[in-house]
């Protein structure tokens, strides 16, 4: 059975920073494939944040987070990682692992087929 699991999702105030962690468990080539970070505020779309390559060389970032957020994979462990520094209010959102079906990075959702439950970022001004 897949799973993504996320964490370190918390209350933090603005210009704070939070680490999420990311856990795949019952993929197989874990490291074949890209990896996404997405975010859902309350009344808008899903929308996406960060991305990594299979090997990790190559990321991707909304404009929003670019200089504020790094993503990054470890393999052996089957993880995947955001650095969030200098929250801001805006950042506030349910923030989603997810797998993508290739190897290279991608900002489209629908490129995506396994996904987390979310954890909850909540930025105080």
């Known amino acids: 059975q897949v799973q993504l699991v996320e964490s370190g999702g918390g209350l933090v105030q603005a210009g704070g920073s939070l680490r999420l962690s990311c856990a795949a468990s019952?993929?197989?080539?874990?490291?074949?494939?890209?990896m996404g970070w997405f975010r859902q505020a309350p009344g808008k779309d899903r929308e996406f944040v960060a991305a990594?390559?299979?090997?990790?060389?190559?990321?991707d970032y909304v404009d929003s987070v670019k200089g504020r957020f790094a993503i990054s994979r470890d393999n052996a462990k089957k993880m995947v990682f955001l650095q969030m520094n200098s929250l801001k209010p805006e950042d506030t959102a349910v923030y989603y692992c997810?797998?993508?079906?290739?190897?290279?990075?991608?900002?489209?959702?629908?490129?995506?087929?396994?996904w987390g439950q979310g954890t909850q970022v909540t930025v105080s001004s």
């Open positions: 019952g993929l197989t080539f874990f490291s074949a494939y890209a």
């Open positions: 990594i390559d299979h090997s990790g060389g190559t990321t």
């Open positions: 997810a797998r993508r079906t290739k190897a290279t990075v991608s900002s489209d959702p629908d490129e995506y087929n396994y």
